[in-house]
């Protein structure tokens, strides 16, 4: 079993681990043994990030982004959670739905791009749809499994004291039974929409996707980097903030 | 008003449609504010009938009849579980209020009477505490505050102090006492342990036999100690004894 460090250690060893990756990183770039164009170095990001905001560029990407981003986490969220909590509830409805799951859920969110660009055009709402698509699977069997798991005990215990009806029983204990999975699946979602924007952006719609392939095809690396680091930025901010929301809702947890 | 709280006639329980019962011909009249306690080996079906009783367990044979008082606001029957069941989501008052939601009854009410519940089981400063703050012994008061606040006809308690160490348990069964005393509620209390159940009823139900039926119907003075209360005990005992084999 390992020893737990201190706060100030773990922070201080963490920073020390982004330091010398960045480092080894220019440090490679600046030594000519790779194209300067193949790899970009750190220190060229910065400039490029002055540049792209100064022309309007960045904020536009980042708000078209975080709109296609928005849209589809919600949607694909809320119809994950009520499917798979119908599928949790009630056999009939899980044994219908169970071989068209096993059907669909391979298939992977990018495989459904052709579609999305026949029912909905280059569009944000083809974006929109694709980024659902993935959260909706993570937050179904997330959702599945938590409902399943809810404590029968409970259950009996709404009945004894005149909540077993439906609404009742849903609200008052398998959700909230079942909401610290839940809540991990929708952190899990919120990972993967944002890899699914960079795809599903890839193919025309504007966003931060669509700037990386364009300056990609151009070389200019140094810009794919930095839209890379905004990507990890939104989502470390995004994740931290959703963190905060979670701690306060699960205070009841030891 | 009817003398009797809990009719049962012919009762016989079991698990499945093909299983055999575990319990047959139970038939039991309990009177309003008695205390009366059910006890016999695991596995006879005790906790069971207790179930039966409320509603959660459908009897395969007789008849089960409640006589409510049908006060506006209250629940007929309410039930304490061994384990204290408390929702780990809901602060101490609002899993005292849950059995309350749902009643036509107004909010300052509601909050009246989770208090006066509170009260009764002495935690009046504990309604903003999670249930991972409290002691056993305090999530089993929680789960008897519950039940106290719908103010029911008949309490219903399944081992409520079994899984609780000696000092605790002893503590609670005064409180259970003092409870009954000040309330009046018609208890029915399922137990294994013989000297808890001489301590606290009236009436005391042995259960035995396989399958299972009531052998013993006890008259009890309880709160007795010394060589009556052990005579009592030793009574049960063999009570259960005779219809038992391991």
Known sequence: MRQPLKLHTSVALSALGVAVFLLAWEALARSGVVPSGLLPSPSAVPAAFVAEVRAGTWQTMVLASLSHYLSGLFLGTVLGIAFGTAAAMWGVWDAAQAWVVRMLRPIPSIAWIPFAIIWFGVSEAAATFLIALTVFWINYYATYAAVRGVDKDLIELGYAFGQGGLVPRLFKIVLPGALPGILSGVRAGLGQGWMTVVAAELFGIAGLGSRMSDASGLLATHIVVLYMVTIAALYGVCDFLFMQVQQRVLAWQK | ?246
């Open chain 2, 1 to 246: 008003m009817e003398k009797s709280v809990i009719d049962l006639k012919g009762v016989s329980i079991g698990y499945g449609p093909d299983a055999p019962p575990v319990l047959v011909e139970v038939d039991l009249s309990v009177e309003r504010g008695s205390f009366v306690a059910i006890v016999g080996p695991s596995g006879v079906g005790k906790s069971t009938l207790l179930r039966v009783v409320a509603g959660l367990h459908k009897a395969r044979g007789g008849t089960v009849t409640i006589h409510e008082t049908n006060k506006p606001g209250h629940r007929p029957v309410s039930l304490v579980f061994q384990d204290a069941r408390l929702l780990p989501w809901r602060r101490v008052a609002k899993n005292v209020r849950f059995g309350l939601e749902g009643l036509p009854i107004g909010t300052a009410e509601r909050d009246e009477r989770v208090a006066a519940a509170l009260r009764l089981v002495r935690l009046d400063d504990y309604g903003r505490r999670w249930p991972y703050e409290l002691s056993g012994g305090q999530r089993q008061r929680v789960g008897i505050a519950r039940a106290l606040a719908v103010d029911p006809d008949i309490l219903l308690m399944d081992e409520p102090f079994g899984a609780l160490d000696a000092i605790t348990r002893h503590s609670l069964q005064d409180e259970l006492r003092r409870i009954h005393r000040e309330t009046g509620k018609t208890i029915l209390f399922v137990t294994h342990d013989l000297e808890e159940a001489v301590h606290l009823a009236d009436r005391i139900i042995v259960l035995g036999g396989s399958p299972a039926r009531i052998v013993r119907d006890v008259r009890n003075d309880p709160g007795r100690d010394g060589g009556v209360f052990r005579e009592q005990v030793e009574q049960l005992r063999s009570g259960i004894a005779d219809n038992y084999s391991i």
